[in-house]
């Protein structure tokens, strides 16, 4: 008899644990944050191009070489 | 430091996407288009977006930002201490171009420090557009401060050893030089002024930061730096480093761009006088290097400079190359009765006595007949 109040005592306590857990409200995060990268699912062509070595060989303008006319040491 | 080749400039790496910095948006702080042909994408671009720190660093980075201004490395107001002080308010439009031809690109902002080399030497993103809280010794860092701290900091002088902080302990830059330093914190350091030079206000790093007298090996060492307290850690454990000569700047008429020149760079070591004793820096013996100016400096821009005397040309200088073992260390009489490591008035040329006569030394310690021997 005892074990079945137990057992019937326990039963009660998660129940009521349960209910308490799921309507403890939930903060909202406030903090603005910067716009976030692209989705999964859209391609992000900054980084495409820019993670692409062969792209930026290809695309990249030739700095024109510039002579130093400095003289001595800076 | 070798240039980087254009596309090497502007790889980022594949795993940038996966860190905080690449949970942002590249449009949110570069600006331009999200289009795959790089003529629109490049629309509006903006290539440095740490120039107006504020805008884009500081909404993560608010309290860095706020201080940043007062730091020497984005102030330069170390440079218009010395310059205002050798002219006369007159001179200042004609200055102020001189410095926007020749100093102003030395300013620095977020990025030349977290994620690119500097743009003095010539950009390039460091590790792929990663962000490192650390900057690199040799990419950031002495990428600018080459000349004198690089070469003597990294042992690139024949015949002289490198730092013993960089030799054995492979100790970085900023393993001393603290954020709150680098960033324009100074009341985090203590301060009650923001300093206008890096000599001004607070020993900020100190040798002593890490190294207590009172925990000196031997009884020796502890006795030899109390006795010696007057003196400034560099003047004993310093060994020589690069002096320079007569800069002059002007703008090439050939391509129009702005250039220097120096009359030479050679190694010294001097033991002056302290020209800035204050309660932070009360040594009465500190180790002195020629600076480049020279009172025609600036002609070129029909600048004078009336004041020269008032600052010495032999200045205050703590040479990054610490041993603990020197010529100075040898014996007492290695610096007591030994006139050629003091400068003395027959070291200065003549048109500059005057300007050093806050460092030049006139009596030199007497000489000791006893040597500091072995234990």
Known sequence: MRKHQFIMYLIVVLVLLGISASTTPIQENTIESPTVAESENEVDQCLACHTD??????TAKVEEA????????? | MAPLEPWEKVLVDETFAETVHGAI????????QQEASKDAAHSDLVAKPSADPGAVCGTCHAEVVETYPNSLHSSQEGYWTVINARSTPEDHPALEEMF????????????DCHVSQPSPVG???IDGHLFNATPSLTRNCTACHGSRVGNEYLGKHEDLKADVHFRKGRMKCTDCHSAAEMHGDYAALGMEETPDHRYAGGMVPACTDCHQVENMSTQKNVVNHKVHGQVSCQVCHSVAYTSCDGCHVQVSEESGKPYFSTEGAYLTFF???NPLKSADRAYDYITVRHIPVAPTSYSYYGANQ????????????TPHNIQLQTPQTESCDSCHGNAEIFLTADKVSAQERNANQSVIIKDIPELIMD???DE
């Open chain 1, 53 to 58: 070595k062969d792209s930026l060989v290809s």
């Open chain 1, 66 to 74: 510039v002579e130093s006319e400095n003289e001595g040491e800076g």
């Open chain 2, 25 to 32: 948006a590249c449009t949110e702080c570069h600006g331009g």
């Open chain 2, 100 to 111: 926007g031809n020749h100093c102003a690109s030395c300013h620095t902002d977020c990025g």
């Open chain 2, 123 to 125: 950009g390039g993103l």
């Open chain 2, 271 to 273: 033991i002056g006088q």
């Open chain 2, 306 to 317: 009336p004041n020269f005397d008032t600052l010495p040309t032999w200045a205050y200088a």
């Open chain 2, 371 to 373: 040597s500091f021997g």
